[in-house]
Each structure stands twice: as C-alpha cells, then as structure tokens.
C-alpha cells in the first residue's frame, strides 16, 4: 500500500511560482495515476491534474489547465506540481492521491483510494 506525503507549501506573495512535490514509499509508485486536488475553506475539494503511470499522459482540469503543469520522476517516486506565478485565489491545502485502478487517473476524488495530508499553500497579496 502506497503512502503519500506533500512538500513545498507555505506562505508566499501573489506573482511567486510554486513547486510542490508529492513523495511516495510503499508499493510500487510506477503502478498508480497521481492527481493533483485543492480544497479551498468552504469549498469542495476540486481536480488540478492528474498524470499516467508512466508520466506520458498528463491532463489538467478546467479553468486552471493553463496554470500548472504536473511531472513525475519515477526514479525518485515523486510526481512535482509547478506553478509560475500564483494568484490570492491559489489559496487552498493542495492534496496528492494515488489511483491504482486507471492507467491515466481521473478529475474524480472518489476515485483515488489513496492520499496525502496535504501540504497548505498561502497566497498574499
């Protein structure tokens, strides 16, 4: 069973990039999908990305697609969330989760059985 821990939040101005890193142990990280979630106070919790097994096929949810981009380093069993520039908006406890069901992984919570704790991410302005 895969375990999975975020790194890389924090406090940080508006038009600050980001790198989170979600680093998993346990399993064998090349069998799962990993998506990318953010969950906002009051709000559900909603898809960033999400990338293939063997990190050829990311995808990204709507209206954020053109914002992040998700990578993952097999070798280092790590999948990396970046951001150029982050807006007060980004504010959010960003999650990574592991899918060993679908090759590609899915926009769908529900559909991940595994997660991290969360790492949080503080935009100021």
């Known amino acids: 069973q895969v375990q999975l821990a975020e790194s890389g939040g924090g406090l940080v101005q508006a038009g600050d990039p980001l790198r989170l890193a979600c680093a998993a142990s346990?399993?064998?990280?090349?069998?799962?999908?990993i998506g990318w979630f953010r969950q906002a106070p009051g709000q559900e919790r909603e898809f960033i990305a999400a990338?293939?097994?063997?990190?050829?096929?990311?995808y990204y949810g709507d209206p954020i697609r053109y914002q992040f981009t998700i990578s993952r380093d097999n070798a280092k069993n790590t999948v990396y969330l970046q951001t150029n520039s982050l807006k007060p908006e980004d504010t959010a406890v960003y999650f990574c989760?592991?899918?060993?069901?679908?090759?590609?992984?899915?926009?769908?919570?529900?559909?991940?059985?595994?997660w991290g704790q969360g790492t949080q991410v503080t935009v100021s302005s």
């Open positions: 990338i293939s097994r063997s990190g050829s096929s990311p």
């Open positions: 989760a592991a899918d060993a069901i679908r090759e590609y992984g899915s926009s769908w919570p529900h559909d991940y059985a595994y």
């Open positions: 346990g399993g064998t990280f090349s069998s799962y999908a």
